[in-house]
């Protein structure tokens, strides 16, 4: 194992058996070539800093996440209709992960616009009634997921990207025992419309939703007296810990796919030491089923997805090193977004675990798919899944929303 997961990072008496313990459980390999990820190599902080990345057209991208600079086009899916939704839907999170001194929170650092909570911490009954209470609040707070695992130093950020061009140490305590993580899910209609700006207000109001449903856990848990750091994209990789904390499985397009929404989601984590009961991973044949589909290597226009089995295999300095897994081309996938000037959500659209799962057929589906029959379930939505892109001319005017 790598040195940088050192005993003393580690402060939990028992982490070395713990991760252990999870990988079995989880199926995660980590190999001795591991090395913590540094978010400086996130696609998108090299797109700030690094020549092979950044570029006017980069800069232009991101500014139209701002009206007027939205550079809408007659495409369907790309008017000014269609941004102006996209950009509205980015915008309270955009308000809150905008700080001084260089920080950009949710996305570079965790969250820090809380109150002062209590000063001593609340005693429950036991760790089984305070977990009851979490997701209890965590589903009012707009949650659709939620999940508890061990804090598990490999994930954390190796430094964080400070928005003025330099990297910093990580500022979360590294003795926080617990982590939630959490799910809000993208509207599927809206993902359906894929390739289009229109789209983009899946994934903003996504974010959005995350901040909300973040910061009031957190607060609630500062309330109580006990410490909280609330994260989004920023501090940790959020797929290892959501899998550690029972949500889903990795699947071939590196996303987490859930038994509940498939991929269509934004993952939410906090840092804390509320005392919980932890999840167990939870497996439903994921792997197995990504090992005789492709549909997301197939539908990626730039090719950034693999044919090919997990493995350890890097594609850029954006990839994770010394874990086996199936990893995607960041550089690829980023310089697609920034062309069409949106992002880009075609691998979750054309995922077959992308279904509706308040109908009993598409459990139904799924059972099928985590099984032996998983050759009949591909077929199955080959011929009865309507996977095709959705016009936006279509999805206005549509009342069921
Ligand atoms: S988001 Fe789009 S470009 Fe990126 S991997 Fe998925 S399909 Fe490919
Ligand atoms: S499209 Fe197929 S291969 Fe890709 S993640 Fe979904 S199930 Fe796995």
Request: hydrophobic share 35%; glycine share 8%.
């Amino acid at each position: 194992m790598s040195n940088s997961v050192t005993e003393k990072q580690a402060k939990r008496p028992n982490y070395f058996d713990y991760r252990r313990e999870i990988d079995r459980l989880t199926g995660i390999e980590v190999l001795d070539t591991f090395e913590k990820f540094s978010q400086r190599d996130d696609v998108f902080c090299r797109a700030l800093w690094d020549e092979g990345v950044a570029n006017k057209k980069v800069k232009d991208f991101y500014q139209g996440y701002y009206m007027p600079k939205a550079k809408a086009r007659k495409a369907d899916g790309f008017s000014q209709r269609d941004y102006a939704l996209r950009n509205a839907a980015w915008h309270v999170c955009n308000l809150i992960r905008e700080q001084k001194d260089g920080r950009k929170e949710g996305f570079h650092d965790h969250f820090t616009s809380h109150d002062d909570g209590a000063p001593e911490p609340y005693a429950f009954q036991s760790d089984h009634q305070a977990t009851e209470d979490i997701r209890k609040v965590a589903a009012f707070a707009g949650a659709d997921l939620i999940g508890i695992c061990a804090y598990d130093e490999r994930w954390m950020y190796d430094g964080i990207y400070d928005t003025r061009g330099k990297s910093k140490p990580l500022d979360i305590p590294g003795d926080l025992p617990n982590v939630i993580v959490t799910g809000e899910s993208m509207d599927k209609d809206l993902t359906a419309t894929v390739p289009s700006a229109l789209a983009g207000s899946a994934t903003g109001m996504g974010y959005t939703n995350d901040c909300v449903t973040l910061l009031t856990m957190a607060q609630y848990i500062r309330n109580l007296g006990y410490r909280a750091y609330a994260t989004m994209n920023d501090s940790a990789l959020a797929v290892p810990l959501a899998v550690q904390a029972g949500l889903g499985e990795g699947g071939r397009h590196s996303l987490l796919i859930t038994p509940e929404f498939g991929a269509r989601l934004r993952l939410g984590k906090i840092f804390t030491d509320m005392p919980l009961v932890h999840d167990k991973p939870k497996k439903f044949g994921v792997k197995e089923f990504c090992d005789i589909c492709n549909r997301c290597a197939k539908g990626c226009p730039p090719k950034a997805i693999s044919f090919e089995g997990p493995s350890d295999k890097i594609f850029n300095r954006s990839n994770l090193k010394g874990v086996v897994k199936w990893s995607t081309d960041a550089e690829k996938c980023f310089k697609f977004w920034v062309n069409q000037n949106t992002d880009c959500s075609i691998c979750i659209r054309v995922c077959p675990y992308n279904r509706d799962y308040s109908v009993w057929y598409n459990r139904l589906w799924q059972k099928i798919a985590g099984g032996r029959f998983r050759k009949f379930a591909l077929w199955l939505d080959d011929r009865l899944s309507q996977r095709k892109r959705m016009k936006s001319a279509e999805w206005w005017p549509k009342k069921n929303i």
